[in-house]
């Protein structure tokens, strides 16, 4: 399903914040280019693929 899809990416991206919480904000921002732009570029990746249904706001991107 969809939505499942777009969740995982979610999780993802939580999990990778969850891990980083204890850090200084300099090597957070260090850590989040390092393991959430890949996430990032998956999900765009895959949102581009998406065909919404007729009349959705998806469809008038």
């Known amino acids: 399903m969809l939505a499942e899809i777009g ?4 999780n993802k ?3 990778i914040e969850r891990q ?3 850090l200084s904000v300099e090597e957070r921002k260090a850590r989040r ?3 959430e732009t890949p996430v ?5 990746k895959w949102i581009v693929t998406l065909k ?9 991107r």
Do not use: A, T
Not at 40 to 44: A, P, S
């Open 40 to 44: 990032w570029n998956g999900f765009w």
């Open 33 to 35: 280019e390092e393991f």
């Open 7 to 10: 969740l995982s990416y979610c």
């Open 13 to 15: 991206l939580f999990y």
């Open 20 to 22: 980083l919480k204890e």
């Open 52 to 60: 919404p249904l007729s009349g959705n706001k998806l469809e008038k």
